[in-house]
């Protein structure tokens, strides 16, 4: 059994790495509303990117290291992106779970690849395809069948409480 990853084929280790993605990304919405009450959501933010560091820089900073002259040259774009992306998208994540369930922000969550399609057409950042006009649309159609129970007059019902209002402002940051 020794070297056993390494007999795995490079399809079978994606397949391992995107379910563990999505398994880890999950994990954090189930964990982050069980120690709500508990540690604060930039507190948890903090400790939850802490612990990826501590992680993955035995594994990538050497790596960084060698690209140190690019990381200074891209240091704004670097910034930007760990304060929407990291910063506050996370911690808006952890101040929605305060006062919505994991599952109802997860269903929310589902909505960024939309917003950013959206947000990238307003902004000219991009000019969607037909297609994928059609493919944001089905995707929102799925959406809102998630979020309605299936039940269209749910949502004309549906109060959105102040945790769904942070997931959304959280999607936006997200999208941006």
């Not at 802490?50 to 290291?65: D, E, N, T, Y």
């Not at 990381?71 to 305060?98: C, D, N, P, S």
């Not at 902004?123 to 994928?132: I, K, L």
């Not at 039940?151 to 942070?166: H, I, K």
Request: proline residues 4%.
């Amino acid at each position: 059994m020794a070297g056993f990853p390494l007999t795995l084929s490079v399809d079978a280790r994606a397949g391992i790495a995107l379910s563990a993605a999505a398994l880890f990304w999950s994990g954090n919405f189930i964990a982050g509303r069980a120690l709500h009450a508990d540690i604060g959501p930039a507190t948890l933010n903090l400790l939850r990117w802490s612990l990826c560091l501590a992680v993955f820089l035995p594994f990538v900073g050497a790596r960084l290291w060698r690209s140190r002259r690019i990381v200074g040259r891209e240091w704004k774009l670097l910034l930007g992106l760990g304060a929407t992306g990291i910063a506050a998208f996370h911690t808006l994540v952890y101040l929605a779970l305060a006062s919505t369930s994991a599952v109802q922000a997860l269903l929310l969550l589902s909505l960024t690849p939309s917003a950013i399609l959206v947000g990238a057409a307003l902004t000219g950042g991009a000019r969607p395809s037909p297609m994928q006009w059609a493919g944001t649309l089905l995707s929102l159609a799925g959406a809102g069948v998630l979020l309605s129970r299936g039940d269209p007059a749910f949502l004309s019902g549906a109060e959105l409480g102040r945790g769904d209002l942070w997931m959304a402002g959280a999607v936006v940051l997200w999208a941006a």
